[in-house]
């Protein structure tokens, strides 16, 4: 996450297109940050899918599921309203790194090229907002870890933002 505390929205959005721009050929023809919802879809429709630790392979391959607690909104007064603070910057450099991990893309880290020739797991994420609460991120780690499907339990999860919704939902 060394990105999202260097880069702020504007500066963000720059990076992303000057690294787009940069890399013109390889993306040209592909959509950006798909392999997490194409993995994800057939994950969801393997026809053999078991649980290894942390790991779950669905036909054969192996996927790490990433959840990630940001926070996306606060709720001042009862009323959501999106953050005017990193969250947004957090989770758009998580997927990036996660595309990346998929993709074997080493624009940003040399040691990442070619990846997805020498490893076989894939990645695949979901995000879920906080809202700066402690009390909305517990009930997402509730509901992240008993799921009955235990196929879609994640690896890891990351965040959250702050400490004391971190605190919380640390297990």
């Avoid at 078991?50 to 709720?75: C, F, K, N, W």
């Amino acid at each position: 996450m060394i990105l999202t505390s260097l880069l702020s929205r504007r500066s963000l959005l720059l990076f992303l297109t000057g690294s787009l721009a940069y890399n013109a050929q390889q993306v040209k023809s592909q959509p950006i940050l798909n392999t997490i919802r194409q993995y994800d879809t057939a994950k969801s429709q393997a026809i053999e899918a078991t649980r290894i630790q942390s790991i779950t392979v669905a036909d054969g391959v192996p996927y790490v599921h990433l959840a990630m607690l940001i926070a996306l909104s606060e709720i001042p007064d009862d009323k959501r309203q999106a953050v005017k603070f990193g969250g947004y910057q957090a989770m758009t450099a998580a997927l990036l790194a996660i595309e990346h991990l998929n993709t074997g893309n080493g624009t940003l880290v040399e040691e990442v090229a070619g990846l997805d020739k020498r490893c076989n797991i894939k990645f695949t994420a979901e995000v879920r907002d906080t809202a700066l609460s402690e009390i909305e991120a517990l009930n997402h780690i509730v509901d992240l870890t008993s799921r009955l499907e235990k196929t879609e339990l994640p690896a890891a999860v990351l965040g959250a933002f702050r400490s004391a919704v971190s605190i919380a939902t640390s297990l």
